[in-house]
């Protein structure tokens, strides 16, 4: 017997029991972003390695070493998306809606990056991006936060906290770095691998390690703050204003630089310690210079994206079983006839708007009874010669005090949307 194949390192099976928390996730992410005027946008999987190479930056961990990257048949060389802005911002460009507009987008989906697998941290992960273009000014910053916290609040999710940075200006940002440059190199004996490989190519993502042994040489580096440019200063200040004016607090952090380049002035992270090293949750901020790097015409732009796994994974930890997706009820076909008629009592009731599970395949009383209870419904249908002679059902609650009552057909809607508390079509 040959060896079962197994899925690709990294790259996991979301099993139905997870996929429903999944769902209710999805579901209030909708919701919310519809609410703000966002509208979704669809996006391929695949797109040409250079548009992630000029707007991630070639010298970044993610272009280096992470992507999933090829050259098909046509000699093009092509990647996985690693992450969705890059893309986002290819489709309005291409397709023309960017330029002098406001655009609200949204997109769902999976990306790819070849880490080293890590509860939280997947090769194949999920995540809800959000981006807005056209529109300069910090309320916006501030609105992009506040649909978070909406979000946070429809799932019932607590233990999240908002850090805030201004990454300024890649004028201002340029000198900046040449100073931390020369900080890093005088104590280069102090680095880390890590720290050392990224000293000449990319000094501002060390003062994001998590490495222990180096906080004591991020502490004493430079601060960005002290760099900024006036107008890059003042945007932040008032997004402060505008977030202290709704009730949102937040954390200024200026060690907070985030992993891509296209970044400018606002950037934010909701983080949470119930996750271990894998804190990170929500990330995003402002990326003006994107659209025009891109070869667009020039477009102020910001958003962020939300990981999945991290989310679902938070959810799970904070609240019992989403809504289940068990259905209501448990046809139980008890001899031919019945298996005829149960199919379309089946029907008429998901027309009325139940969820109904049909036994097929066949079996007695209490091997389907067996299946019911498996199937997580709170009420089996029993149907056999009897029933459909006295056009009756009978109703058994699999999760009350074992209570059996005989129903007639014509009341059964009814009676089961008494029972479950819903309204149901009749």
């Known amino acids: 017997m040959s060896k079962a194949i197994q899925a690709v390192r990294g790259m996991n099976d979301l099993l139905p029991e997870t996929v429903e928390r999944w769902q209710l996730v999805e579901a209030t992410a909708r919701d919310v972003l519809h609410a703000y005027g966002y509208r979704e946008i669809r996006l391929p999987l695949l797109e040409k390695s250079e548009l992630f190479a000029r707007s991630i ?3 970044t961990d993610i272009v280096e070493k992470e992507m999933y990257s090829f050259e098909d048949r046509n000699g093009d060389n092509l990647t996985l998306r690693p992450e969705g802005t890059a893309g986002c911002v290819r489709a309005g460009i291409e397709n023309g809606f960017l330029h002098n507009q406001i655009q609200r987008l949204w997109y769902a989906g999976p990306m ?3 880490e080293r697998p890590q509860k939280g941290r997947y090769r194949q992960f999920h995540q809800i991006g959000v981006e807005a273009f056209g529109i300069d000014t910090p309320d916006l910053d501030a609105e992009l936060i506040l649909m978070c916290v909406r979000l946070w609040k429809s799932l019932g999710l607590e233990g999240l906290t908002l850090e805030l940075n201004s990454l300024g200006t890649p004028e201002s940002r340029a000198t900046y770095r040449a100073k931390l440059t020369r900080f890093l190199k005088a104590r280069r004996d102090q680095l880390d691998e890590d720290s050392l490989r990224r000293l000449e190519k990319n000094p501002m993502r060390i003062l994001d390690s998590k490495n222990p042994a180096m906080q004591p040489v991020i502490a004493e580096a430079p601060n960005l703050h002290d760099h900024l440019d006036e107008d890059s200063r003042t945007h932040f200040d008032r997004l402060g204003e505008y977030l202290k004016e709704s009730g949102v607090a937040y954390r200024i952090n200026p060690r907070l630089v985030r992993g891509l380049d296209y970044y400018t002035r606002t950037v934010f992270e909701w983080t949470t310690d119930r996750l271990g090293a894998q804190s990170a949750v929500c990330a995003g901020g402002r990326f003006d210079g994107l659209v025009e790097q ?20 938070l959810l799970a930890r904070q609240s019992p079983s989403p809504s289940s997706g068990a259905p209501e009820a448990y046809l139980v076909l008890l001899g031919e006839s019945a298996g005829k008629h149960g199919l379309r009592l089946a029907e008429c009731l998901r027309n009325a708007g139940l969820r109904i599970e049909c ?5 007695g009383l209490k091997a389907q009874l067996k299946r019911a209870d498996r199937s997580r419904a709170r009420f089996a249908l029993m149907l056999g010669d009897e029933e459909l002679q006295d056009n009756t059902v009978t109703v058994k609650d699999m999760r009350g005090k074992d209570v059996q009552v005989s129903v007639h057909q014509d009341v059964l809607i009814d009676f089961l ?6 309204r149901v079509k009749t």
């Open 57 to 59: 930056g070639s010298q």
């Open 112 to 114: 790819f990056r070849h």
């Open 294 to 313: 891109l070869g667009g015409r020039p477009a102020p732009a910001a958003g962020f994206a939300i990981g999945m796994e991290r989310l679902v994974e």
């Open 359 to 363: 036994h097929c395949g066949g079996g």
């Open 417 to 422: 949307n008494e029972r479950t508390g819903r």
